[in-house]
């Protein structure tokens, strides 16, 4: 599977980064700080102190959060707070726009609190509400602790599921891209038991539509070919080893395919992931989380941007989580947040062109 990336509107000119358009202007990318006691805040310093995007990045964040990681990490970075995120001047390495969202307690690297779970949902609502109302062209979100969050008592399973209901989007489509393979989930984040029962023609049907159409309008892939898993083992065996695919999954695909959509499978998951398969595919689609993350994981941990495809709105994000391990340590990889913002710049770039 090649991978196709966006088609960058940024061009070099006279060492400048500019848009191709001269006349337009940069996009407003908002970025949340992810859990305080986690990696985001680390990251987040990091990466915008070492290199420059051509975009007005807006933080949001408590500006104090920010100072605090930097001192711990030795790493100076120029915390400048707005009143509005319209006032965002374009990004300058190593200077950081902030739109305050005050955190309840001080946070402690690598200690969770859960008094500070209501800031994290705080800065989530802010950079949708903001995206929904086009303050705002896209959203990267650094990584939460969902337990942390759960702990609140309200259940939270997930940025996708979370940003589903803030833009009461019926369907939404987690996907994963490394330079090597894209994967895509037909279910985001249930527990396994509950897999079997939510993969119905529906789910299968709607997801599948939501990917198809999505790789076609923002990574430009006139008709995609998709390699569809089966559920069970060996695709179920002929039905010895399970019945999902013969009884749902493929007179699914079959209706699919008579509306032109170009699907392969279902294909046993343990060899499907196999260049055999994957070189002349452009994505995977996989029944659930962990049939599909850990093969795209292996592949590109740490560089690989996680889109929630569906959505009225643009977000991307990291491929890690947390990481509570390393929060304060300058051990932690900003790789994936790179690529995360990059992608969510060539997305807002390529979506204010095509509503032209
Ligand atoms: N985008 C997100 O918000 C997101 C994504 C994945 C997991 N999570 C959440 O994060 C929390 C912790 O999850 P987990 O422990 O399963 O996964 P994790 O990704 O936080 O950690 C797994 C391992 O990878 C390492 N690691 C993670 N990110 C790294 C980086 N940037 N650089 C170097 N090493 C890195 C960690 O140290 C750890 O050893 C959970 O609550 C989970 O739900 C959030
Ligand atoms: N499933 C994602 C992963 O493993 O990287 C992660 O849990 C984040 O999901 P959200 O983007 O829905 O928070």
Redesign the pocket.
């Known amino acids: 599977m090649n991978y196709v990336p966006m088609p960058s509107s940024i061009s070099k000119i006279k060492g400048q980064m500019m848009t191709n358009d001269l006349y337009e202007p940069l996009p407003i990318i908002a970025i949340t700080s992810?859990?305080p006691a986690?990696?985001g805040p680390d990251?987040i310093i990091s990466v915008l102190s070492e290199q420059e995007f051509p975009a007005r990045l807006v933080v949001l964040a408590d500006p104090e959060l920010l100072k605090d990681r930097a001192k711990t990490l030795g790493l100076s970075a120029n915390i400048q707070s707005l009143s509005n995120a319209n006032d965002a001047p374009p990004h300058r390495q190593g200077v950081i726009s902030v739109l305050p969202i005050k955190l309840a307690k001080p946070a402690t690297a690598g200690i969770l609190d859960v008094e500070n779970s209501p800031y994290v949902l705080e800065t989530l609502k802010q950079a949708g509400e903001g995206c929904i109302q086009k303050a705002f062209d896209a959203i990267v979100?650094?990584?939460?602790?969902?337990?942390?969050l759960c702990e609140t008592g309200v259940h939270f399973s997930?940025?996708t599921e979370f940003f589903q209901a803030q833009c009461r989007s019926p369907h939404v489509v987690m996907m994963l891209a490394t330079e090597a393979m894209k994967v895509a989930l037909v279910t985001t984040h249930l527990p396994l038991k509950d897999i079997s029962a939510v993969i119905t023609e529906d789910s299968i049907s709607l997801v599948t539509k939501a990917l198809n159409k999505d790789l076609q309008e923002k990574f430009g892939i006139k008709t995609p070919k998709i390699l569809v898993c089966g559920l069970n083992p060996h695709a179920g065996e002929d039905g010895h080893l399970g019945r999902e695919e013969i009884d749902v999954i493929i007179p699914t695909l079959n209706k699919l395919r008579q509306e032109g959509l170009n699907l392969v499978g279902p294909l046993p998951a343990d060899t499907l992931f196999t260049p055999k398969y994957l070189n002349d595919a452009d994505c995977a689609l996989a029944m659930y989380h962990d049939q599909g993350l850990p093969v795209l994981k292996y592949s590109g941990?740490?560089n690989a941007v996680?889109i929630t495809l569906g959505l009225p709105i643009i977000r991307t994000?990291?491929?890690?989580?947390?990481?509570?391990?390393?929060a304060g340590t300058g051990?932690?990889?900003?790789?994936?947040?790179k690529v995360a913002i990059q992608h969510a710049i060539n997305m807002a770039n390529n979506a204010k062109k095509f509503s032209k």
């Open positions: 992810g859990e986690g990696i990251i979100t650094p990584p939460v602790h969902k337990g942390v997930g940025h941990f740490g996680n994000s990291v491929d890690h989580g947390t990481a509570i391990d390393l051990k932690a990889s900003n790789g994936s947040l």
